[in-house]
């Protein structure tokens, strides 16, 4: 089915062919129609499958038939990270910019006021991180009196986040009567809750599986030492000539180190994480698109919102403590009906961790490559993955001088004894001590030792000269 079927505007239609799109997604074909005749949506879909399209196409062809003099706006957009609100407000943009409506983003990271400045222009689409626009209605920079259509974009995610509470917040600033949409790769029992709280005899559209991923994407794994992930990572990535991967680590930390070991291997890599500022993770981001940059190693902040075109390869470095972020992670892969490849490298430690992942997703995902595994080059063991060896000696030296030990000799007492023979009840402090030594205490054999004269005070001699009183 065309998308000219949908009932969409010519405006939108032109967008849509210019972006190359011919046919709908299953998720789009189901919720178009639905939102347009202004019901309230729970849609569930996997990652990739266009929910972005699915709500932002027919919230700009109900703007653009209602015109408002109002500086506020008219629909609300809440995105767990500020890539992805980045990615929805480009999205309204793109698919608006014949029906001129006014789309802005605001997520924290960056200054507030050129975002209060934004806001005061008037606008009709605000895309926002829960945090930030909080801040602004604390400050009176929004006015939330002609919103008409509210949407949870990546629900489970917020939830996973820690946003509930800053979304049942917001929920209380906003008009009772509204269009409510929820939108979520996965379903769980708390979106369940959640679009209890919020929706209103919603159309349910589920168009495959519950936390599912999608059928181009190819899953496999290495069974592979945790110290040898990295050598493996570098040896796949320089057999294989790979153009961009993005990989994934559990911590920020391992992310800049990734990252930076990849480079010493001639690998072009970058790192985006939280710690990051939003512009260089722009500027990453960026870089990565354009293949200036190879291999884009990543926190699970990046698992949603990241939409990069024909990305062949997603790696799991570390597999993710949550099975739901798995489904994230290689949804950027394989996206709009395209092949991609997941690769997940799995040390011992965390087997559990992928029976968990198989559990989730119903099916088994096969271990490849044991050749791979064995080539790779071990790293030099009590080291970190990738990082200098420690320098030991310093503390292998103090200890070595409170046990007596030097110049690499194990028994510190025998080489001691050498040096002199001590009486450990002559002093309570060890050998060689620069305090003075304690006298040996007298055997009843020796000699009794004479005292020696007291010194001579010097008013004796006056006291001696004195004539004694007379006695009568």
């Avoid at 266009?50 to 109002?70: D, M, Y």
């Avoid at 030991?392 to 194990?410: D, L, M, P």
Wanted: aromatic share 4%; glycine share 8%; with cysteine.
């Amino acid at each position: 089915m065309p998308f000219e079927k949908l009932g969409l505007r010519a405006e939108l239609l032109k967008a849509l062919a210019h972006k190359g799109y011919a046919r709908p997604t299953p998720i789009q074909a189901h919720a178009i129609p639905a939102i347009l005749d202004g019901k309230d949506v729970l849609g569930g879909a996997q990652t990739g499958t266009g929910k972005t399209a699915a709500f932002a196409l027919p919230i700009l062809q109900q703007l653009s038939e209602s015109r408002a003099q109002v500086k506020g706006p008219r629909a609300l957009i809440l995105a767990p990270t500020r890539e992805l609100a980045a990615q929805v407000c480009d999205s309204f943009q793109t698919y608006g910019k014949r029906l001129n409506l006014r789309s802005h983003v605001v997520f924290g990271g960056v200054g507030i006021n050129p975002q209060i400045k934004g806001l005061s222009q008037g606008i009709d689409v605000l895309i926002a991180t829960p945090g930030r626009l909080l801040d602004l209605a604390g400050r009176r920079a929004v006015d939330f009196r002609n919103l008409q259509c509210l949407v949870l974009d990546e629900a489970d995610r917020m939830l996973d986040m820690g946003f509930i509470h800053d979304i049942r917040k917001i929920l209380k600033l906003l008009p009772a009567k509204r269009q409510n949409l929820l939108f979520s790769a996965t379903y769980s029992s708390e979106i369940k809750r959640l679009s209890e709280d919020i929706l209103e005899q919603p159309e349910m559209i589920e168009v495959a599986r519950r936390n599912t991923a999608a059928e181009t994407v190819s899953q496999s794994a290495y069974q592979v030492q945790k110290n040898q992930k990295r050598n493996l990572l570098s040896q796949l990535a320089q057999e294989g000539n790979w153009e961009q991967a993005l990989v994934f680590t559990r911590t920020k930390h391992g992310a800049n180190r990734l990252a930076t070991q990849l480079a010493s291997d001639g690998i072009d890599s970058a790192a985006i994480h939280g710690n990051k500022s939003q512009a260089a993770r722009e500027r990453a981001l960026a870089a990565f698109k354009k293949r200036s940059v190879r291999i884009l190693v990543a926190t699970d902040i990046a698992a949603r919102g990241l939409d990069i075109q024909d990305l062949p390869f997603v790696v799991n470095y570390e597999l993710p403590n949550v099975p739901e972020d798995y489904v994230h992670r290689i949804g950027r892969t394989g996206r709009a009906g395209k092949d991609g490849q997941a690769i997940s490298l799995v040390s011992q430690e965390e087997n559990k961790l992928l029976l968990g992942i198989e559990k989730l997703l119903g099916r088994k995902i096969k271990f490849v490559g044991d050749d791979k595994t064995v080539n790779a080059k071990p790293e030099p063991k009590n080291t970190r993955s990738g990082s200098k060896p420690k320098n030991r000696s310093a503390s292998k030296r103090s200890s070595n001088r409170r046990y007596g030990i030097r110049n690499g000799s194990e028994n510190g007492e025998e080489r001691n004894s050498k040096l002199r023979n001590w009486n450990p009840g002559e002093s309570d402090r060890q050998p060689r001590s620069r305090r003075r030594k304690r006298k040996p205490a007298s055997s009843s054999k020796q000699k009794e030792a004479v005292p020696s004269p007291k010194s001579p005070n010097r008013f004796r001699k006056f006291f001696s000269k004195r004539v004694a009183p007379s006695s009568r």
